[in-house]
């Protein structure tokens, strides 16, 4: 049987900054609120006619040069994203592949918001041990300030933009396979966040724009209250299943929403500050792109070596969460 390896990890952080200090200019914040309430210092923006295939193949270059990978040799491309370049088609994942030059390829993308990157992951080490792909790259790309309504001071100052990739690739060797990966997801909570218009529900029309229906709107309260207790379940589970103690894992990316998540999620597993990777005051939420763009963060950092355990902790719209458990194959 085949396994399936995590070989590496990169992103693409877009340049331009947009402080809180910007914030105030727009809607009625301050800078010590949005610090406070969410640990968010500032979030990178992609350039206007920036897209999301754009980062995501800028994501994927530095993935796929750093897990040594032919490109020809890559049998499958899955994008996670809410922000595709199109509402309906082409697939985001297909633009990356053009955009990465690799010959024809299957393609496409996966929706579950925030969860997306998980998601991705799942499907990768399920094809990869079903023997019909041996090397899949992953991406979570996100233009996120294309669905903001920067009149709605509740959301709009969340959210960035950015990418992450990974290959994710056949092995022979136990000791490099990505132990479990569990994605769940609870529809009753469809309403928590969403874009209520521009879909079949409500197609486009006047009132979907006039009412911005097509920006994300978000119950932040409510919403951060079932990430809380969702987060730490998800993992208590995970490493319950695989009798697993807090020592045992190195780097805990959990997605990165919100600076009080983290930290209460962290506080309630017991997880140190020094287990767990943290960039939300630089990024911001940056939906499917926040754990791999995270997790690239500390393997810039040299934080992350070949053999150490990774936790990955997801939630988003859908409701979706899910958490993955690997140790990293890649190389330093
Ligand atoms: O990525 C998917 C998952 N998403 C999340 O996990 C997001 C989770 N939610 C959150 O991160 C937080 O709920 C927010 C950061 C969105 C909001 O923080 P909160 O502590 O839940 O605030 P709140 O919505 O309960 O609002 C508290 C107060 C309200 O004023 P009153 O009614 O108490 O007078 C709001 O009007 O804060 C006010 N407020 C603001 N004040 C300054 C809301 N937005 C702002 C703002 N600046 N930008």
Same mark, same amino acid.
């Given at each position: 049987?085949?396994?399936?390896?995590?070989?590496?990890?990169?992103?693409?952080?877009?340049? &331009?900054?947009?402080?809180?200090?910007?914030?105030?200019?727009?809607?009625?914040?301050?800078?010590?609120?949005?610090? &406070?309430?969410?640990?968010? &210092?500032?979030?990178?923006?992609?350039?206007?006619?920036?897209?999301?295939?754009?980062?995501?193949?800028?994501?994927?270059?530095?993935?796929?040069?750093?897990?040594?990978?032919?490109?020809?040799?890559?049998?499958?491309?899955?994008?996670?994203?809410?922000?595709?370049? $199109?509402?309906?088609?082409?697939? +985001?994942?297909?633009?990356?592949?053009? *955009?990465?030059? /690799?010959?024809?390829?299957?393609?496409?993308?996966?929706?579950?918001?925030?969860?997306?990157?998980? $998601?991705?992951?799942?499907?990768?080490?399920?094809?990869?041990?079903?023997?019909?792909?041996?090397? @899949?790259?992953? @991406?979570?790309?996100?233009?996120?300030?294309?669905?903001?309504?920067? +009149?709605?001071?509740?959301?709009?100052?969340?959210?960035?933009?950015?990418?992450?990739?990974?290959?994710?690739?056949?092995?022979?060797?136990?000791?490099?396979?990505?132990?479990?990966?569990?994605?769940?997801?609870?529809?009753? $909570?469809?309403?928590?966040?969403? +874009?209520?218009?521009?879909?079949?529900?409500?197609?486009?029309?006047?009132? @979907?724009?006039?009412?911005?229906?097509?920006?994300? *709107?978000?119950?932040?309260?409510?919403?951060?209250?079932?990430?809380?207790? +969702?987060?730490?379940?998800?993992?208590?589970?995970?490493? &319950?299943? #695989?009798? /697993?103690?807090?020592?045992?894992?190195? #780097?805990?990316?959990? #997605?990165?929403?919100?600076?009080?998540?983290?930290?209460?999620?962290?506080?309630?597993?017991?997880?140190?500050?020094?287990?767990?990777? @943290?960039?939300?005051?630089?990024?911001?939420?940056?939906?499917?792109?926040?754990?791999?763009?995270?997790?690239?963060?500390? $393997?810039?950092?040299?934080?992350?070596?070949?053999?150490?355990?990774?936790?990955?902790?997801?939630?988003?719209?859908?409701?979706?969460?899910?958490?993955?458990?690997?140790?990293?194959?890649?190389?330093?």
């Amino acid at each position: 049987m085949a396994y399936a390896a995590f070989k590496s990890i990169g992103a693409y952080i877009p340049p &331009k900054i947009m402080t809180n200090a910007d914030f105030e200019k727009i809607i009625d914040t301050t800078d010590e609120w949005i610090v &406070k309430r969410t640990g968010i &210092k500032e979030r990178r923006i992609s350039e206007e006619n920036e897209a999301s295939s754009d980062l995501g193949y800028k994501a994927a270059e530095v993935a796929i040069k750093r897990a040594g990978i032919n490109k020809e040799d890559i049998d499958l491309v899955i994008c996670a994203t809410v922000t595709p370049d $199109y509402l309906c088609m082409p697939s +985001t994942a297909c633009l990356i592949a053009s *955009k990465l030059d /690799l010959p024809p390829v299957q393609a496409f993308d996966i929706s579950a918001a925030c969860t997306g990157f998980v $998601y991705a992951l799942s499907i990768a080490k399920a094809f990869i041990e079903s023997g019909m792909k041996k090397n @899949v790259l992953i @991406v979570g790309a996100e233009t996120y300030t294309s669905i903001l309504d920067y +009149t709605d001071r509740g959301t709009c100052f969340i959210f960035g933009d950015g990418a992450g990739a990974a290959m994710i690739c056949a092995t022979s060797n136990k000791d490099e396979a990505i132990i479990d990966v569990n994605c769940c997801s609870d529809g009753n $909570y469809s309403d928590l966040i969403k +874009t209520p218009g521009g879909g079949s529900l409500h197609p486009c029309s006047q009132e @979907v724009l006039d009412q911005k229906m097509a920006c994300i *709107k978000m119950k932040g309260n409510e919403t951060f209250k079932l990430a809380v207790k +969702t987060l730490t379940s998800d993992v208590q589970v995970m490493m &319950k299943k #695989h009798n /697993l103690i807090n020592e045992d894992i190195n #780097h805990f990316i959990p #997605h990165q929403a919100n600076m009080r998540i983290i930290k209460a999620v962290g506080t309630a597993l017991k997880l140190t500050e020094e287990q767990t990777v @943290v960039t939300v005051d630089r990024y911001g939420n940056t939906s499917a792109a926040s754990i791999p763009m995270a997790m690239n963060y500390a $393997y810039e950092q040299g934080k992350i070596k070949a053999g150490h355990t990774i936790l990955f902790d997801a939630f988003g719209s859908g409701l979706t969460w899910g958490s993955a458990l690997f140790p990293f194959a890649g190389k330093e």
